[in-house]
């Protein structure tokens, strides 16, 4: 029987608030078997770790520190010499050091799981932390570092358990596909809802996210874009936007003067609702894609991050949305996009697609395994 969870994330203006969200949903799913979840901080909007703790979660903070540039290895420590991750960046100190303040948290909690969703933390931090928790998870995304863990997540669409067999030891279960996909639990609660209001398609309500952040307000040249698509008279825009989104109050201004009436949306609880009612996004390709897709909703996928590629392509392979290319190509692509889906079939068929990838139980599934090995 699990008591205790810990997990080990941050988010930040580079590295969005999608680790973050993703852990939550696992927290508050195993919250409702009476398990004691912690979250483990370092560099998180206060925004983020209050929605943390209003949720009935703890949240332990970290001392912040000046950034580690990615060639400085001189900021690293002797003894963590080795190979440098892509993301290393995300961490404003050294995993020794980031491992050396978890500890001192993590020996007071002995937590029955240690669940870390970090592109920055690899084998280095999971060996140094290992004695201090009953088993070890890893949420990962990228297939590009070892771990020493007991669980691994992949929750992306084509990954295959195959694709970590020379990162995890052979002990290790691997969970991996948008099966496990980690949705709150109104997504799966409204999909059938979704699905069927799909059943006549239509563009009439168009959702634009590009995730809580959006540092470079690709919001923005969505709008301008849209200034020049074809859209149906009675069409409406919705956007959704972080409170701490830096570009607020520049998309705000936008909205005002768009052809179409266009509302700005911020830090909504409703997303799935949203989404159900919604019958085209315009979207970032990361975690948000398995929740458009457990709705059914068809989406034209934007690239805003390098790590994004495989995820778009296996969505537009799969048929499941429409891979627009990076920022720079909106405003060619969109407004073709968009005509395509007003003719013919296409539409439908990106549904039938979409409503295929998952299920949105992901969770469910998960949390039923943390369950499962810890006995």
């Not at 949305?321 to 003719?343: C, D, F, N, S």
Request: with cysteine; net charge negative; aromatic share 4%.
């Amino acid at each position: 029987m699990i008591e205790r969870v810990a997990f080990r994330v941050d988010a930040s203006v580079n590295i969005g608030i999608g680790h973050v969200m993703r852990c939550l949903t696992l927290a508050d799913a195993l919250s409702q078997s009476a398990v004691e979840s912690h979250f483990i901080c370092r560099g998180t909007p206060e925004s983020l770790t209050t929605l943390i703790a209003d949720k009935g979660h703890r949240v332990h903070v970290l001392p912040t520190a000046p950034a580690v540039s990615p060639q400085d290895s001189s900021s690293i420590a002797p003894e963590e010499q080795g190979p440098q991750l892509a993301h290393c960046q995300w961490l404003s100190v050294s995993q020794q050091q980031d491992a050396s303040d978890s500890a001192a948290i993590l020996r007071q909690l002995q937590p029955d799981w240690l669940i870390v969703d970090h592109y920055a933390l690899d084998v280095r931090w999971e060996q140094a932390i290992r004695p201090l928790c009953g088993k070890l998870m890893a949420i990962d995304d990228l297939a590009d570092r070892a771990h020493c863990c007991d669980l691994l997540l992949d929750q992306n669409l084509g990954r295959q358990a195959a694709d970590y067999s020379a990162w995890v030891l052979p002990h290790c279960e691997v969970l991996a596909g948008s099966k496990y996909a980690l949705l709150r639990v109104d997504f799966a609660q409204l999909r059938n809802y979704s699905i069927e209001r799909r059943s006549a398609p239509r563009l009439r309500q168009l959702l634009i996210s590009m995730g809580g952040v959006d540092k470079d307000n690709v919001t923005g040249q969505v709008l301008d874009a849209l200034k020049n698509c074809t859209l149906p008279e009675d069409c409406r825009i919705w956007t959704v936007m972080g409170a701490t989104a830096p570009w607020l109050d520049s998309v705000r201004a936008q909205c005002a003067g768009m052809p179409v009436p266009t509302e700005v949306l911020v830090n909504i609880s409703d997303m799935a609702q949203r989404m159900a009612d919604s019958d085209l996004a315009i979207g970032a390709a990361g975690g948000t894609s398995w929740e458009r897709c457990c709705m059914g909703l068809p989406t034209l996928t934007v690239v805003i991050a390098e790590n994004q590629w495989p995820g778009a392509h296996a969505l537009a392979n799969a048929g499941a949305g429409e891979l627009l290319g990076t920022v720079e190509q909106i405003a060619e692509r969109l407004p073709v996009a968009l005509a395509k889906l007003q003719q013919g079939s296409a539409l439908a068929q990106m549904i039938e697609a979409a409503s295929g990838v998952t299920d949105g139980c992901g969770v469910r599934y998960v949390a039923g395994k943390l369950e499962q090995l810890a006995k």
